[in-house]
């Protein structure tokens, strides 16, 4: 770090304008487990800080969904669609003041692309050549990778934060998830500089006084500090009393008080998050679909949406979300039905053998399911209980479990584990619907393989989607596609939330919309006199 220090105190002194200075302070309920390594990325919050905060992408989407430069200044296509060719700017530099060249972004690719590394994403390269063979960096800022054609080939580049070749490249591919970098040692190229991480506590992020003036220059916040309280109800008192600046996701029925303080906004925006229940159907109890299609039919999701959203949001039937335009509109997911629940569930093995109201199979095990989710979520808590009481009375006992962020991600993901029956996530999908990491047989024991589903029919889809470029010719497909997932029941598809954050008034520049919370982090300030 002495290196990052030396580097930023030769910068560019910070301007007298009124406008620069201050620390904003955001909050929110978990831990940014995967840090600022882009490598083993699955949480939300962590890509939000890798892409808009301590590292950068080659490529940002605009609010119309259209690519714009960012570290990439400009990119091109061949004619035939096999080569992606981008130039990169020559005035971003890492924190420690290696310049950020090609061989940072082939090194990314290259490392994302070994298995050995297990990035959760790889369906973001299943038509990229794999390999040495797949990139060739061309000059210091010039970069080159083969592929075959396909649909959305930028998207992977807006999503995967680009890392440093000079720090990382000694590195075992296998030792890059544990690797201190992520959450010790960070070092990024973007707009803030890595200061410090307690963990389970706060992450702290200074002023980059070397970001290129192209792309905004340094920020005009001194610092900026993400602070984990687990408490919702923290949160919010923590926002109207001013000791944090910004709450994230905001609970539904928080919102009328964070609009009627004088001190705080509400802002909102539509959502490409939706919340499910996963299903492990690796678990007996849970591997014939009826029995999954039952549970559905058994869950009133109106009226949670009711309970819990209070008009913020809508009923999910699968993934994709309303925004896509591979969109089924006309698409109708299992209806609330205990009666016809309890019928079909009457047609598979299990059945209330000895009258104690639990349902059991031919060898006497019970019905019983435990639902993860992770403590201090009052919504998620919610809908667990709420579950368990729906379940009794078809016979299927649940218990509730709620868990602290970082295990509830290592029994989810972790393949060697996967102990739950059912897990209780919100799912933020990439502008690029693309779901063979959840659903693809071949992905059934990779990190994000939550249901280890195996199924033939929704194999040859998802093996089918992404490579029809013309949208007009795909929707059929893609409208298949999400019958064989209401079909199937993997999840159980809850609601489409809109995301709700509370903004102190002293916090400016703050606009939020479906790319996230910070895509205008760097030009978020406060007023001289209300600095800290």
Known sequence: MARVDSFMAAGAPTPADGRHGGTAVMGGIAELVNGMNAFTTTGY??????????????????????????????????????????????????????????????????????????????????????????????????????????????????????????????????????????????????????????????????????FPGQLGGRPFLDRLVYRVIPDQTTLLTELLTGSIDMYLSLR?????????????RLETFDPREFTFIGWNTRRPQLADPRVRRAIAMSTDRDAVVQALLRGFGTVAETGVPPFHWAYDADLEGPAYDPEAAAALLDETEWRDRDGDGVRENASGAPLELTVIFNAGNQDRQTIAELMQAELRSLGISVTPEGLEPGELARRATDPSVRDFDGLILAWVHDFRVDEKDLFHSTRADQPLGFSGLRDPELDRLLDTLQLVVDRDQSRPLWHDYQRRIVDLQPWLYLFYAQKLTGVSRRLQGVEVDFRGEVVTVGDWRIQEAESR
């Open 252 to 264: 539904p029925d928080q919102a009328a008080t964070v609009v009627e303080d004088p001190d705080t």
């Open 45 to 210: 919050g962590s890509s939000q800080y890798q892409q808009f905060v301590n590292l950068m992408t080659l490529v940002r989407v605009d609010g119309g969904l259209e690519a714009r430069p960012y570290l990439a200044e400009s990119w091109s296509v061949s004619p035939d669609g096999t080569e992606l060719t981008f130039r990169i700017r020559q005035d971003v530099y890492w924190h420690d003041g290696e310049r950020t060249d090609a061989r940072d972004v082939a090194f990314t690719f290259l490392r994302a692309t070994d298995p050995e590394t297990a990035f959760p994403n790889p369906a973001y390269w299943d038509h990229y050549v794999a390999g040495p063979e797949g990139v060739e960096v061309v000059d210091d800022f010039t970069v080159t990778f083969r592929l075959e054609p396909h649909a959305e080939i930028l998207d992977p580049w807006r999503a995967v934060g680009i890392m440093p070749e000079h720090l990382l490249a000694d590195v075992p591919p296998s030792e890059l998830a544990s690797h201190p970098f992520g959450s010790v040692c960070p070092v990024g190229n973007g707009p803030f500089v890595f200061a410090s991480h307690r963990p389970q506590e706060s992450w702290t992020f200074e002023a980059n006084p070397a």
